[in-house]
């Protein structure tokens, strides 16, 4: 079974600096997914960026990267120059490897705040 | 339209009554899904569509009974519900081959009377 683990419900930011969003998780797979989505307000989970297990590179999309720490088994995002629109739900999700690599296990989330 | 769109965006339903969420997907992909978020409780996969085939679900009640016309297409159809199937419903599609990352819809807002 898989599980991810994020352990800050609430991150506050100053606007214009980044923040990180931590992630654990824990598989007994070699091979799998890790993807990171944000929830606005209004309810819809957007996608953000994706880590496979063997990508030797960490991943980046826009200011928005993520911290691949395979041995600790960490995915923590990095949300650079961070704007009042970042204010959302941030949620890491994890999918296994195989015939199952749809069955996505979400985090509980953490509300990300962006003050002015 | 475009993305994942989902319908009706709110609902208030009593414990009697029979409704059903509809979800449209316009992205060409081959794979639908169910997901029910509660306050304070990560995402539960409910339901999984590959190629139109019922490839999943997570020891759902009765009560909920998905349906799969068709690739961009599916359903969930509701009867006597409780109140603690209030949530937000969200729909998503990929593609199924692959760790392809999934796109949602807005979200069924249900509130059981």
């Known amino acids: 079974a898989q599980k991810i683990t994020q352990t800050q419900p609430g991150m506050f930011v100053q606007e214009k600096e980044a923040v990180t969003l931590d992630c654990t998780y824990d598989t007994s797979d070699q091979s799998y997914g890790l993807f990171w989505y944000k929830q606005p307000s209004s309810g819809e989970m957007i996608f953000l960026i994706y880590q496979g297990s063997y990508d030797e590179q960490n991943a980046t999309e826009g200011r928005y990267s993520l911290n691949f720490q395979k041995a600790r088994k960490s995915a923590n995002l990095v949300i650079s120059a961070s704007q009042l629109g970042d204010s959302a739900m941030y949620f890491c999700a994890m999918t296994p490897g195989g015939g199952s690599n749809y069955k996505l296990t979400f985090g509980k989330g953490t509300l990300l705040t962006v003050n002015p | 339209e475009t993305g994942v769109t989902q319908t009706p965006r709110h609902l208030v339903m009593g414990m009697t009554n029979k409704k059903s969420l509809k979800c449209e997907q316009h992205l060409g992909h081959n794979a639908m899904y169910w997901y029910k978020q509660s306050a304070k409780k990560p995402l539960e996969l409910m339901f999984v569509?590959?190629?139109?085939?019922?490839?999943e679900n997570n020891s759902v009640p009765s009560r909920f009974s998905p349906e799969c016309p068709n690739s961009s297409h599916l359903f969930l159809h509701l009867h006597t519900l409780q109140p603690e199937d209030s949530a937000l419903y969200l729909c998503a599609s990929s593609q199924s081959d692959s760790y392809n990352e999934q796109f949602f819809g807005p979200g069924t807002r249900l509130t059981v009377l």
């Open positions: 569509y590959s190629l139109e085939e019922r490839v």
